[in-house]
Nanobody, 120 residues
Framework: VQLQASGGGLVQAGGSLRLSCAAS?????ITWFRQAPGKEREFVAA????????RYSDSVKGRFSISRDNAKNTVYLQMNSLNAVDTAVYYC?????????????????WGKGTQVTVSS
């Protein structure tokens, strides 16, 4: 399984970005995490392989939306109303299962991170 995250960048507070996680191989549940400087990697959002189940951290619920296009084997993270606390490197990972997993330890595969910087 190979994952490729993209779409990060610099955005002003209140703005939006859409991240993509392109996967190779079979269709699995995908989870987004983020890691700010000096902090541990934390769960952001996850989606099941079929897209029917999603889960969000409390800090992004109502602002971020996860979706997927299985024809392209790509998962998207739409991020709206961004603020400075969202500044981090964002990673996508998979446990190579169909269901949702939300812990770092459950991930067996990771993509390289993409930097999101929100300026205030």
């Amino acid at each position: 399984v190979q994952l490729q995250a993209s779409g990060g960048g610099l955005v002003q507070a209140g703005g939006s970005l859409r991240l993509s996680c392109a996967a190779s191989g079979r269709t699995y549940g995908i989870t987004w995490f983020r890691q700010a400087p000096g902090k541990e990697r934390e769960f952001v959002a996850a989606i099941s392989s079929g897209g029917g189940s999603t889960r969000y951290s409390d800090s992004v619920k109502g602002r971020f939306s996860i979706s997927r296009d299985n024809a392209k084997n790509t998962v998207y993270l739409q991020m709206n109303s961004l603020n400075a606390v969202d500044t981090a490197v964002y990673y996508c990972g998979t446990a190579a299962t169909a269901d949702i997993r939300t812990t770092v330890g459950a991930m067996g595969y990771w993509g390289k991170g993409t930097q999101v910087t929100v300026s205030s």
